[in-house]
């Protein structure tokens, strides 16, 4: 149970286009879903947390204009890179927290992650 | 402001070594604690985690870690290392306090040598 999956698992995009990553829990409901991102050989820095079916809160220093959130329903976020730069390529990590149907509130499940190069 | 600080970015050590990787953690109330594994090219993957109860935890594939909680700390052992073993390890913690938000310390590269 509680698993996360993330599509696509890789991208290349030109500089200048957007790009659209999802992320859904297969087997529960999430209430809040975070967004991370990984530089290599970094740590997870948060990057943003969305609740369904209200707004994002973005972390400091995060462009909210740059990366749109959307959380639609239970099982599904969104995460839009805008306008993409060369310093946009990293890898970025969805979670989801389950709310209380089912799984444990204090755990965040983690998808596999989304390799983002743009050329 | 809520931080998690691990001590060692690089380890190096023999196979059968013994392995303690300190985590310690900044935040205010109730905690819940977390150690990630993330093997090269792998996505991250759960190893232990510390919400209640008895604070010496055993996770997979040998590790364990003790929450002690007058010194802020969630450190990580493994009795006899492997090779497989090699990898990077997260410490991580979220609280009430912090509307449950997971934060990553900066991670400890392991290396095993065979």
């Known amino acids: 149970g509680a698993v996360v999956s993330q599509h696509p698992s890789w991208v290349i995009c030109k500089s200048g286009t957007s790009v659209k990553i999802e992320c859904r829990s297969l087997?529960?409901?999430?209430?809040?879903m975070f967004w991370y991102r990984q530089f290599p050989k970094q740590s997870l820095m948060l990057m943003a947390t969305s609740n369904e079916g209200s707004k994002a809160t973005y972390e400091q220093g995060v462009e909210k204009d740059k990366f749109l959130i959307n959380h639609a329903s239970l099982t599904l976020s969104t995460l839009t890179v805008t306008s993409a730069h060369p310093e946009d390529s990293s890898f970025y990590i969805c979670?989801?927290?389950?709310?209380?149907?089912?799984?444990?509130?204090?755990?965040?499940?983690f998808g596999p992650g989304t390799r983002l190069t743009v050329t | 402001a809520q931080s998690v600080s691990q001590h060692n970015h690089h380890v190096i050590l023999s196979e059968a070594a013994s392995l303690e990787l300190g985590c310690n953690y900044s935040y205010g109330g109730t905690v819940n604690l977390f150690w990630y594994v993330q093997y090269p090219g792998q996505h991250l993957q759960l190893l232990l985690k510390y919400f209640s109860g008895d604070p010496l935890v055993k996770g997979i594939k040998g590790f364990e870690a003790e929450f002690i909680k007058s010194k802020f700390s969630f450190n990580l052992r493994k009795p006899s290392v492997q090779w497989s073993d090699t990898a990077e390890y997260f410490c991580a913690v979220n609280a009430r306090t912090g509307g449950f938000k997971t934060i990553f310390g900066a991670g400890t590269r392991l290396f095993v040598k065979a």
């Open positions: 979670s989801a927290r389950a709310g209380s149907a089912g799984g444990s509130s204090y755990e965040q499940y």
């Open positions: 087997d529960f409901q999430a209430t809040t």
